[in-house]
């Protein structure tokens, strides 16, 4: 597989997952448990603002 190949197949990936995420239902998503839930480490947002990561 060549560069182009590459490219193609990431545009695809990317249209393919694009488009299943918009057809999920949101109630499949809560943002209070895993993967999706605030972890200790994160100790509200302090890290992120230690990084400058802002959102």
């Known amino acids: 597989m060549g560069f182009w190949g590459c490219v193609e197949y990431l545009a695809a990936s990317g249209a393919v997952s694009f488009i299943v995420g918009r057809v999920l239902p949101k ?29």
């Not at 998503?29 to 993967?35: N, S, T």
């Not at 947002?45 to 990561?53: A, N, V």
């Open 27 to 55: 109630s499949w998503f809560r943002h209070d448990k895993f993967p999706y839930a605030i972890y200790r480490f994160e100790r509200g947002g302090k890290i992120y603002e230690k990084l400058r990561i802002k959102s």
